[in-house]
């Protein structure tokens, strides 16, 4: 009779642990890298939903009601605006400015500015500078924000009176 054990060598149980860590060692930077840029997306995806739900709102609800010191940046849209990094924003709909902060460190960095002007027909988007988190010079880079940032937008034009 054989009584032999069958089982893994101390050997090959060190060759699969350098594998594990080899492969640990390539996909921890991956990951971390994925992480950063569905951020940087997010906060993109966040400034041109807010510009838009800010023009609509503008459009179907006229100067009077977005001029109104009543009429919170919360009631015209769901994006998570902030009138500093890390506080919710009760500001008021016009005249005030509002923040897209990258929230990946403490406290917060300001990627971009959206000030209304103070009867509220234009919006101006101001890029913070570079240099201030990976996160935010990945948001000012992006084309789309760079387009942004160019120029002041119009809601809705002066013709919408109500």
């Known amino acids: 009779m054989n009584n032999m054990r069958r089982g893994f060598t101390m050997i090959e149980l060190i060759f699969v642990i350098v594998i594990i860590g080899i492969l640990a060692a390539v996909a ?3 990951l971390a890298a994925t992480r950063d840029d569905a951020r940087v997306s997010n906060i993109i995806a966040n400034a041109r939903t807010g510009l838009g739900d800010m023009t609509a709102f503008y ?11 009543a009429t919170k940046i919360t009631e015209v849209t769901d994006v998570p605006f902030e009138s500093a990094c890390g506080a919710d924003s009760n500001a008021s709909a016009a005249g005030s400015a509002f923040l897209l902060c990258d929230e990946s460190v403490t406290g917060g960095n300001p990627c971009l500015t959206f000030t209304t002007d103070a009867n509220g027909s234009t919006v101006t988007i101001t890029a913070a500078a570079t240099g201030k988190s990976p996160i935010c010079d990945g948001v000012i880079s992006d084309p789309a924000i760079t387009g942004m940032t160019a120029t002041s937008h119009s809601l809705g034009g002066v013709k919408v009176q109500r």
Request: aromatic share 8%; glycine share 8%.
């Open 28 to 30: 921890i930077p991956k």
């Open 59 to 69: 459009t179907s609800q006229g100067n009077a009601k977005w001029v109104n010191a």
